[in-house]
């Protein structure tokens, strides 16, 4: 996830997504990135489980999955506890 989130393309879409499901041509618009760059920042994000894709009329939108971004996001504060708690200690060789 966070190799995943790490690209600026990417981090930028879910940005954009955080605001409220969007389609292609909107994400197009707001980041000024060319549609196959987002359609392929986006095959990533749904193979991933962070966006999913409601098809309506012609066009698809896209939602960000909070779910998906929570879990991430607490298991870093699980590694970051177990970090402080253990910062102290050294193995020995």
């Known amino acids: 996830m966070i190799r995943l ?3 600026p393309a990417r981090a930028a879409i879910v940005e954009v997504l955080a605001a409220g499901p969007a389609c292609t041509c909107h994400l ?3 980041l000024r990135m060319t549609q196959p760059n987002i359609s392929n920042h986006l ?3 749904r193979h991933a489980g962070v966006v999913t894709a409601e098809p309506h009329g012609r066009y698809t939108y896209y939602h960000l999955s909070a779910d998906v971004l929570e879990a991430a ?4 504060a699980e590694l970051a506890a177990r970090a402080r708690a253990s ?3 050294r ?3």
């Open 73 to 76: 996001a607490a298991h870093l």
């Open 43 to 45: 095959r990533a994000l």
């Open 28 to 30: 197009v618009e707001d």
């Open 87 to 89: 910062a102290g200690e």
């Open 5 to 7: 989130l790490a690209d």
């Open 91 to 93: 193995r020995e060789c």
